[in-house]
């Protein structure tokens, strides 16, 4: 259980173009839902909070008119990244709270974006 | 500032031999300490968690840590080390704000040589 998917897996794209980047809980729901973003060999940022049926809550430092967050459903978060630049291109992450109250995430397998 | 940090970017050992990745936290109470552990192309896979009651907590894979108030630390160790166990393992923190926001440390690439 807890099985968090994310699509694409990986994707390229020119520079100036939108990706649009899916993360769906497959057996549980989630009204809040996190996006990461990994650069190579550091950690995890957290760079916004999705909660179903209302606005994205952003992170300092994160533009919320690029990086565009959609929580669609109790299963379902987007993240649209609008007028990709190569400076865009890295590891992003979702994750979902699991429902036992253990506050630990699950995480889906991220999805790497290559803006050229 | 609530966070936390692991001092070992990268860390080789000998398949077989034991293993300890330090993590240190830095919280204003008592904070909720994870282990995570990211394989290639495989999401963050938990690995074990720390709440309250006893500091010896057992995870999956083998894998123990220990939570020591005193040095402010949530190590993660395994006494045989397999060549599977190679990834990036990851320490965080949890701020309880209803969200479950996580706090990621910079990770610990393990690498284990035959």
């Known amino acids: 259980g807890a099985v968090v998917s994310q699509h694409p897996s990986w994707v390229i794209c020119k520079s100036g173009t939108s990706v649009k980047i899916e993360c769906r809980s497959l057996?549980?729901?989630?009204?809040?839902m996190f996006w990461y973003r990994q650069f190579p060999k550091q950690s995890l940022m957290l760079m916004a909070t999705?909660?179903?049926?209302?606005?994205?809550?952003?992170e300092q430092g994160v533009e919320k008119d690029k990086f565009l967050i959609n929580h669609a459903s109790l299963t379902l978060s987007t993240l649209t990244v609008t007028s990709a630049h190569p400076e865009d291109s890295s590891f992003y992450i979702c994750s979902a709270p699991g429902t036992s109250g253990g506050y630990e995430q699950y995480f889906g397998p991220g999805t790497r974006l290559t803006v050229t | 500032a609530q966070s936390v940090t692991q001092p070992d970017i990268h860390i080789t050992v000998s398949e077989g031999a034991s293993l300890e990745l330090r993590c240190n936290y830095s919280y204003g109470a008592t904070p909720y300490l994870f282990w995570y552990v990211q394989s290639p192309g495989q999401g963050l896979q938990l690995l074990l968690k720390y709440f309250s009651g006893d500091t010896l907590v057992q995870g999956i894979k083998g894998f123990e840590a220990e939570f020591k108030r005193s040095q402010s630390s949530f190590n993660l160790r395994k006494p045989s080390v397999h060549w599977s166990d190679a990834a990036e393992y990851f320490c965080a923190g949890a701020i309880l704000t209803g969200a479950n926001n996580l706090f990621f440390g910079t990770g610990t690439r393990l690498t284990v040589i035959p």
């Open positions: 999705s909660n179903e049926g209302s606005k994205a809550t952003y």
């Open positions: 057996d549980f729901q989630a009204t809040t």
